[in-house]
């Protein structure tokens, strides 16, 4: 079951994705607050209050920020195509190793040694004022395939993982199936038309020099973009046309970019015709 983010080719690869993952390890605010805000909008939107629910963390990471968030209150269940260490588990990593591969077990290793995993558990513990994390289960399990019982959770919980997978249409059938007649669920997709899309670290970063915006949508430039991870690069219509069919009436949410000069920037490569849609 390799996972869906194990596609780095080479060393490099590793070590600038590490990296990336080392700048970015100091958001458990945002993250946290994040998880806030979910809360408050499931409350707004449905009346329903997370607080003693069965909970489903559709993949749940390799830090666990949000299972950890929603424990506190609740009975969570965290899966993913990834094995999670937890504690230390030397068999782990064997496990990791033969269901994953070498480049997942590298990249968590790897991470682990620059302090990475033991920055954000101190922080999250300082956050969450607990003494110590709880170990959460973690079922190693793909998101088109669940194999829960129907009508397991009150609320499920699925962030930036449905746009990895092959076939959206057997997730969100499952996700249908094991959540509750009555419960709530809240789904968000990393868009692959947006200027990010590619999910290449430095379109998070850089600079127009060192990779073009949208490079991944435009032809002469693709071959620049170094994604790690399978995207099956559904576009916005085709996303709300799926939600709709599986979750009628569910509120659609858009996130537009917050970079001054985005739209224009887009707009002048449609108009050019170097992109489209």
Not at 23 to 42: C, P, Q, T, V, Y
């Amino acid at each position: 079951m390799y996972s869906y983010s194990s596609r780095i080719k080479n060393l490099s690869s590793l070590i600038q994705e590490t990296i990336y993952h080392s700048k970015h390890s100091d958001n458990i605010g945002f993250k946290l607050a994040h998880a806030r805000h979910i809360e408050r909008l499931i409350f707004q939107q449905y009346g329903i209050e997370l607080r003693g629910l069965d909970i489903l963390d559709i993949g749940a990471g390799q830090f666990l920020i949000q299972m950890q968030y929603f424990a506190r209150h609740n009975r969570v269940t965290g899966i993913d195509t990834n094995v999670i260490v937890q504690g230390a588990s030397p068999g782990a990593y064997a496990k990791m190793l033969a269901l994953n591969g070498v480049v997942r077990v590298a990249k968590t290793i790897v991470r682990k040694l620059m302090g990475i995993d033991r920055q954000v558990a101190r922080d999250l513990k300082s956050e969450l004022c607990l003494d110590c994390l709880p170990k959460l289960p973690v079922h190693l399990m793909d998101a088109c395939n669940l194999t829960f019982e129907k009508s397991s959770f009150d609320f499920i919980h699925c962030h930036a993982v449905l746009h990895h997978v092959k076939d959206p249409d057997s997730a969100l059938a499952g996700i249908v199936r094991v959540l509750k007649p009555e419960g709530a669920l809240y789904i968000q997709v990393h868009l692959y038309t947006s200027e990010t899309g590619s999910l290449d670290p430095r379109a998070f970063l850089a600079t127009v020099s060192e990779l073009p915006r949208w490079a991944h949508l435009r032809p002469q430039y693709m071959s620049l973009v170094n994604t790690n991870a399978f995207l099956n690069k559904l576009r916005l219509s085709e996303w709300i046309e799926l939600f709709k069919n599986y979750f009628p009436g569910a509120k659609i949410i858009p996130s537009y970019s917050k970079r001054a000069g985005a739209e224009n920037d887009a707009s002048a490569l449609i108009d050019s015709g170097e992109i489209q849609g």
